[in-house]
């Protein structure tokens, strides 16, 4: 399997700021039988414990997992 990497700027639209830095996309990273289990343990590794799965966020503008 390899790995396809895409990366995108957005330029800012006046509304909401956006970054300089492009936005990094990377598809087919993992290959398991549940890849959202995979990323969460990823995560778990790397003391991001404040992740969430499963939830429908549609109509917010900026979302930070912390606050959830």
């Given at each position: 399997m390899k790995t396809v990497l895409s990366?995108?700027?957005f330029l800012d639209d006046g509304t909401i700021p956006n970054s300089l830095l492009p936005v990094i996309v990377y598809k087919k990273v993992?290959?398991?039988g549940d890849n959202a289990q995979w990323l969460e343990h990823c995560f778990q590794m790397n003391n991001w414990t404040n992740n969430w799965r499963d939830i429908v966020l549609y109509g917010l503008r900026k979302i930070h997992s912390g606050i959830l």
């Open positions: 990366s995108y700027i993992c290959n398991t």
